[in-house]
């Protein structure tokens, strides 16, 4: 069994959980962050790495990878321990003679971190993207429910199953290098931005709506799918080498569900203004958190998740300033651009 001591854990190594790494160094703490998968940026890097976000404060565009890449840049400086491809699950509290308890969080590989208190930036939890009923059996060999690059679809007949966010933005993507990109919805509405369903409209896309993929058919790869169409006889025959299927994603908090914090909805944590849950030593931060006007983006969690870091580092130490200064105060604790 690993043991690991520090002043912070995050849990959770998303956007949101690597700025908090970032702020929890530069006010000292030594800091671990955990998380289920085997690499950093959570939904973004798992879901839309190559998708342009436009909301985040002073970048007009950036792509997921890049605002990933930045966050651990910006976070490596003070050095963290990433603690991926493990789950925190088991929480036990050793108290002390003097100051808060000593909070014992065991992941799903056996390593025992002790903390002084826990910050919790899970985004929605362990999520699990919904199976597509025909074709599981493609799953890596042409089938996929999420697009990590685009360059394995250069050239390539691609089938993008699906009319949420994320299945559009992927046919927006992939449409200018495939050799052709199908869209397949089963119905008419599409819960996509209408920004972006109207430019699925104006792209060189084939949209097949009331419509599901309900066989497929390949040697080692997948090479054929058929498409039912509602008040069609006969279903569709497509050539597909390549089938996204973005059908949503289930969330779980899991083992935090046994962590007797007060749950909103049963699937979001409840914090004050102070980002502090009801559980002594216990902040949280980002979109698995609730409140009365919550807005679930990734910049308002930025904002959170500092809040969130300056009260745990007054819970350690109740003698801390709440407010450390601003960054522009000590020069040196900030990046420095790198020459051209």
Request: proline share 5%.
């Amino acid at each position: 069994m690993t043991a690991v001591d520090v002043d912070l854990l995050i849990v959770g190594a998303g956007p949101v959980g690597l700025f908090g790494a970032y702020y929890a160094g530069a006010r000292g703490l030594r800091t671990a962050v955990v998380d289920s998968l085997s690499q950093v940026g959570g939904q973004v890097s798992a879901m839309y790495p190559e998708k342009q976000i436009f909301d985040i404060a002073g970048f007009p565009a950036v792509s997921g990878r890049t605002l990933v890449s930045n966050l651990a840049r910006q976070a490596a400086q003070f050095d963290p321990t990433y603690l991926l491809g493990q789950e925190a699950q088991q929480l036990d509290r050793v108290s002390q003679a003097e100051g808060p308890d000593l909070l014992v969080v065991r992941t799903s590989t056996g390593t025992e971190i002790t903390a002084r208190a826990i910050v919790i930036t899970g985004g929605i939890g362990t999520f699990t993207p919904r199976a597509l009923p025909a074709g599981e059996e493609f799953l890596g060999r042409g089938l996929e429910y999420f697009v990590p690059s685009s360059a394995e679809y250069a050239g390539k007949d691609v089938v993008v199953v699906g009319g949420g966010d994320s299945a559009v933005d992927w046919a927006l993507m992939l449409h200018p290098i495939a050799s052709s990109v199908t869209l397949v919805h089963r119905r008419q509405a599409f819960r996509a931005h209408h920004s972006s369903v109207e430019q699925l409209h104006a792209a060189p896309v084939e949209i097949v709506l009331d419509a599901q993929v309900t066989a497929t058919t390949g040697g080692g790869e997948l090479e054929q799918i058929e498409v039912t169409v509602k008040g069609e006889e006969a279903p569709r025959s497509l050539a597909c080498q390549k089938l996204v299927a973005a059908l949503g994603f289930t969330a779980n908090l899991g083992p935090l569900r046994e962590w007797g914090i007060e749950l909103h909805d049963n699937r979001h944590l409840v914090v004050d203004s102070a980002m502090r849950t009801n559980v002594a030593g216990l902040f949280a931060a980002g979109d698995i958190t609730d409140y009365d006007g919550k807005v679930r983006l990734i910049a308002v969690g930025f904002g959170e998740v500092a809040t969130a870091v300056n009260n745990a580092a007054v819970h350690i130490d109740p003698d801390a300033q709440l407010f450390p200064g601003h960054s522009t105060d000590s020069p040196s604790s900030v990046p420095q651009p790198t020459p051209a």
